[in-house]
């Protein structure tokens, strides 16, 4: 039982449909709820449970909600695919603060909560499993108009060595891919 953010279309999508492939129940979780509900309903045809969820992965009660929901209605966790980010590319001079905040909240923030409200439930259950979080080549390498997104994707590849360490003792793997 996966939990999949940005699971409406591009990354997630594809990797929603993958894990069905596998066998795996899956909620669909996205702020787009037509499009997760579509994708959980083409997860259905493959006799696999699939849920869609609303979620706003940069507000910790709607992660906190959408694990809770998980375990509801699969009846347990294995693991979270933080993938849901988002670009707003601008020059450094003209990146205000709101621009700055709003990537860094969605694309960094969110890969926290989803995390940490995974490997809580999940150690609360006695479940195992893995995280994989969405990291990106520009985690390492600057580029112009992403300072923004380039903070946020170093931020995630320090963010899952560091859990990688934490929650290895409870069985969960913690994975990045860029």
């Known amino acids: 039982s996966i939990i999949v953010t940005g699971g409406a279309s591009g990354i997630g999508y594809h990797t929603a449909l993958a894990l069905a492939a596998e066998g795996a129940n899956v909620v669909v979780a996205d702020f787009n709820i037509d499009g997760a509900m579509k994708v959980a309903a083409e997860l259905t045809q493959k006799n696999v449970k699939a849920f869609p969820f609303k979620v706003d992965v940069s507000k910790a009660a709607d992660v906190e909600a959408m694990v809770n929901f998980a375990v509801e209605k ?8 933080n993938n849901a980010g988002i670009g707003l590319v601008k020059p ?8 700055y905040h709003k990537v860094i909240e969605v694309d ?10 995974a490997a809580k439930k999940m150690v609360a259950l006695g479940t195992t499993g893995t995280f994989v979080n969405t990291a990106s080549i520009y985690g390492t390498t600057a ?5 923004n997104y380039n903070a946020a994707k170093a931020a995630v590849i320090m963010m899952t060595r560091s859990a990688a360490l934490e929650l290895a003792p ?9």
């Open 108 to 117: 960094q923030h969110s890969v926290y909560y989803g995390m940490y409200y």
């Open 143 to 147: 580029a112009l108009g992403s300072f």
């Open 92 to 99: 450094f001079l003209d990146m205000d603060p709101a621009s």
């Open 74 to 81: 699969l009846g347990t966790l294995n693991g979270i695919f």
């Open 170 to 178: 409870h069985g969960i793997r913690v994975v990045a891919v860029a």
